[in-house]
């Protein structure tokens, strides 16, 4: 902070300069720069310290002196403050600032919040903190047979858990986190029933799994308001207890099984901490692996296929691909087909480039108010695509919220048939 000018200062400096011909006579005689004196005379003419009458008063400056039949009317205004400097703790683009041309505050707008990346690595310490406590998953038991050329990728992305949607508003259907949880395991449950028998199973989940990541239902970074059903820590009960289960139903089904929780904009902290307790807790499960990089690109490797993952809020479905190629050189280079998958957009798309083929993914949520009023109408549906050592893409199972509706529950019960009759 630039240190202020004192009273006793500035009055030194214009006693030395009446009694100088010039002000740079009155420089040379106390030994600095003459415009560093024509600064302090001009800081003291603006406390009236340069006029016979009393100085301006408390918190204002001279701006300007006219002469009349031999007296002096004298115009005040408010003086501007010190100079401006960011505050440390704060990131540069939530404040706005006004100065005069030293640099002084006339006006600001301050819109300031926390240090979202000091933020970050703050969660990441408490969740590095917490891990040792952890309880570890208990192994679950493996299936009898699985095809090992093959690999299942669930992909869903955007289920806004959380969020809150009015059918009579939107048009579509209603959407709240109990729904939301429903919805999600109905759709793993039918998909992983009916998918094939692949030996590895990649869960993708590519990001916006919670509809806001703290306890103000706004987003992160610009702090949108959103429509928000729940409470942030019902929220994370909820996240947490849903994905054990995916996981849970995925080993029952795969010989081995790979996690990803994408980075992304509504988010970002959850996803960190997902990630972290996911590592944590199935670290001695030898048959599931963690993405738990603090990226927001990933890549799997099934023999010859590359697959690459986004959120899609930093690069689009047009120009990512060239960011895979270049981040996942060697994966890339060594593979005969690549897909990226991306979300972000609620709907979908597919663009095959010279470099691979890259998709943008549907939401199983409802759309809200914002999404409906905004007239950005996608469809509903998550997907099953089925990879191939050798040959690349093989088979596809596209799924609606309709047609998975009490999935959960008839896959269950079927399992309980099948454990009586094997007992």
Avoid: C
Avoid at 57 to 81: H, L, N, T
Avoid at 133 to 139: D, F, I, K, N, V
Avoid at 161 to 184: C, R, S, Y
Avoid at 222 to 228: E, K, M, S, T, Y
Wanted: glycine share 8%; no cysteine; hydrophobic share 40%.
């Amino acid at each position: 902070m630039t240190e202020a000018l004192s009273d006793e200062l500035l009055a030194a400096r214009v006693a030395t300069r009446r009694e100088h011909a010039s002000t740079q006579a009155a420089a040379d005689a106390i030994g600095i720069p003459v415009t560093t004196l024509k600064h302090q005379l001009k800081r003291a003419a603006a406390r009236g310290m340069m006029l016979d009458e009393p100085p301006a008063m408390p918190g204002y400056e001279i701006a300007s002196v006219s002469q009349k039949f031999g007296g002096k009317w004298i115009k005040q205004q408010r003086a501007p403050g010190e100079v401006f400097e960011i505050p440390p703790t704060h990131v540069t683009g939530k404040i706005t600032v006004n100065r005069d041309a030293e640099g002084r505050v006339i006006q600001d707008w301050l819109r300031v919040e926390p240090d979202k990346v000091a933020q970050l690595a703050a969660l990441r310490a408490v969740v590095d903190g917490l891990k040792d406590e952890l309880t570890r998953a208990t192994p679950v038991e493996a299936p009898s047979y699985t095809i090992d050329t093959l690999a299942n990728l669930y992909v869903v992305t955007d289920a806004h858990l959380g969020g809150l949607a009015d059918a009579d508003e939107t048009g579509n259907e209603d959407w709240d986190l109990k729904i939301g949880e429903q919805v999600v395991d109905d759709w793993f449950a039918a998909a992983i029933d009916l998918a094939p028998p692949a030996e590895t199973g990649i869960f993708a989940q590519l990001g916006d799994l919670l509809h806001w990541d703290g306890f103000e239902s706004v987003t992160p970074t610009n702090r949108h308001v959103l429509d928000g059903d729940s409470r942030f820590d019902k929220m994370v009960r909820v996240a947490i207890r849903i994905v054990r289960r995916i996981i849970a139903r995925l080993l029952a089904k795969h010989q081995r099984v790979h996690i990803l929780m994408a980075d992304a904009n509504h988010d970002p902290a959850s996803e960190a901490w997902l990630r972290g307790m996911l590592a944590a807790f199935y670290e001695d499960e030898p048959r599931v692996t963690v993405d738990d990089s603090a990226g927001t690109y990933y890549a799997y490797r099934h023999g010859d296929v590359s697959l690459f993952f986004h959120h899609g809020h930093r690069r689009k479905i047009a120009d990512v691909d060239s960011v895979f190629a270049g981040r996942y050189r060697e994966m890339y280079g060594n593979t005969k087909y690549s897909f990226a998958h991306l979300g972000h957009l609620h709907s979908d798309e597919l663009k095959s480039t010279n470099l691979m083929k890259v998709e943008r993914h549907e939401t199983l949520a409802a759309p809200d108010a914002y999404a409906a009023n905004g007239g950005w109408l996608s469809g509903r549906s998550a997907k099953v695509i089925t990879y191939h050592k050798e040959f690349g893409e093989v088979a596809r199972l596209t799924l609606t919220p309709g047609m998975v509706a009490g999935a959960a529950k008839r896959v269950a019960a079927n399992d309980n048939d099948q454990r009586r009759a094997a007992s």
